[in-house]
């Protein structure tokens, strides 16, 4: 039984039933009202009339604005002069159109952020506390969640530590109801990660998915850090085309390795039993006739 999805957290809801879209940025560094001001004309769309808020939630600061981007090219009907070749050389500009209104919110909208940012700024700081080491013997990497089911592990391990207990199910609700309750804001927050750390120095994040009647937490990987690489498990391919392994451990790059391959990838060297020095290519051996796709180490 699901009692809380994260997909709560990660719906994107319009202000109003305007025609015009809504969309939502947080600035955790945003103070002044130009910094919210310059981060809406950041995100402004071409040649498109939106509503964008820009939120601190740390700071329990919102600002809705109306925003339009756009750009023509105009010409001085008088400012011409032969091109030497029957015709006129015209004097034209590109006129860029970049606007930010500022839309007034409620008393009533303003509390009703305030009361979310509440829920989930108390959230995020009781997730935060829970950081799990994770032993060798349990799993010596975060990469070896990529590709295999050996995230289970983690869950179990996690489990068993009985971190999941009501006072985190409860801040989960308190968040999911103020979440409900504004909903007209067009905010959208995403469930807080979960940080396991492993003998490697290796980082895995996940977020709560839902916690089961039995009060059994499930959740989602969404990113491995490993020597400064960050890998995006929400991407179909979560690797990128080089990777500099200088200085990765021997346990970290065997992992790696691993994980390559469950994704049909390789790497272009002749020994993988070591680290190598230096950027290595991940080479697709879905459509490759390279000689470590045909003969994998």
């Known amino acids: 039984m699901k009692l809380l999805s994260t997909m709560l957290f990660m719906a994107a809801v319009p202000f109003s039933a305007s025609a015009l879209d809504s969309y939502h940025e947080d600035c955790k560094t945003c103070v002044t009202e130009a910094q919210f001001t310059q981060v809406a004309k950041d995100n402004a769309i071409f040649r498109e009339n939106i509503y964008l808020s820009v939120t601190n939630f740390e700071n329990y600061e919102i600002r809705k604005y109306k925003v339009f981007k756009n750009s023509k090219t105009v010409c001085d009907p008088n400012g011409r002069e032969p091109d030497g070749e029957g015709g006129f050389i015209y004097d034209c500009w590109l006129e860029k159109t970049l606007t930010a209104d500022k839309v007034n919110l409620t008393n009533t909208e303003l509390n009703l952020f305030t009361d979310l940012a509440d829920g989930y700024n108390d959230l995020n700081q009781a997730i935060s506390q829970r950081s799990i080491e994770i032993p060798k013997e349990v799993l010596p990497s975060g990469v070896d969640v990529i590709g295999s089911n050996k995230g289970k592990i983690l869950i179990s391990h996690y489990n068993s530590l009985d971190f999941t207990d009501i006072s985190i199910i409860s801040k989960y609700f308190v968040v999911a109801e103020a979440f409900t309750k504004a909903i007209s804001l067009g905010v959208t927050?995403?469930?807080?990660?979960?940080?396991?750390?492993?003998?490697?120095?290796?980082?895995?994040?996940?977020?709560?998915?839902?916690?089961?009647?039995?009060?059994?937490?499930?959740?989602?990987?969404?990113?491995?850090?490993?020597?400064?690489?960050?890998?995006?498990?929400?991407?179909?391919?979560?690797?990128?085309?080089?990777?500099?392994?200088?200085?990765?451990?021997?346990?970290?790059?065997?992992?790696?390795?691993t994980a390559f391959k469950a994704y049909g990838l390789a790497v272009n060297v002749a020994n993988t039993s070591t680290v190598p020095k230096g950027t290595v290519t991940i080479i697709d051996c879905s459509n490759s006739t390279e000689t470590v796709c045909r003969n994998p180490l």
């Open 189 to 257: 927050i995403k469930a807080p990660a979960l940080k396991f750390t492993f003998s490697d120095d290796s980082e895995a994040y996940a977020i709560f998915d839902f916690v089961d009647s039995d009060l059994v937490a499930h959740f989602k990987f969404t990113k491995i850090i490993v020597d400064g690489i960050e890998i995006d498990l929400t991407k179909d391919n979560p690797f990128n085309k080089t990777y500099d392994v200088s200085g990765m451990s021997l346990t970290s790059w065997q992992s790696l390795v």
